[in-house]
């Protein structure tokens, strides 16, 4: 549930589903109209994950640190799990996504 406590927005995952949108629409794999939510999307991207430093430095914040399944006596795919993994910025697992949404975008937008 988005409410529940520990709960946050996470910046890997919603770049992957972004790009996933942005592609699939502009490739023809899925309807046109979810062209939209790729865009509405990518806005949520930057609004909510983008900080610009103080010497012009633009970071990508929010990414779980690493989550995964297995080993003991950890990492067994809960919800306490995955909220106790660090939170990190400019972490790459994030960084490869968010860049391929961004060009999926700018090809949208440049049609």
């Not at 790009?19 to 609004?47: C, H, N, P, W």
């Amino acid at each position: 549930k988005a409410q529940t406590p520990g709960n946050y927005l996470e910046s890997s995952g919603s770049s992957m589903f972004v790009y996933a949108l942005a592609k699939g629409t502009r490739m023809g794999y899925i309807d046109k109209s979810f062209e939209v939510v790729a865009q509405k999307g990518f806005e949520g991207l930057v609004k909510n994950f983008i900080l610009k430093d103080d010497k012009s430095g633009v970071h990508l914040t929010k990414s779980c640190g690493g989550a995964g399944l297995g080993g003991i006596p950890y990492r067994d795919g809960s919800f306490e799990y995955y909220i106790k993994e660090p939170k990190r910025t400019d972490d790459l697992k994030a960084l490869g996504p968010f860049i391929q949404a961004s060009v999926e975008i700018e090809l949208i937008r440049a049609k």
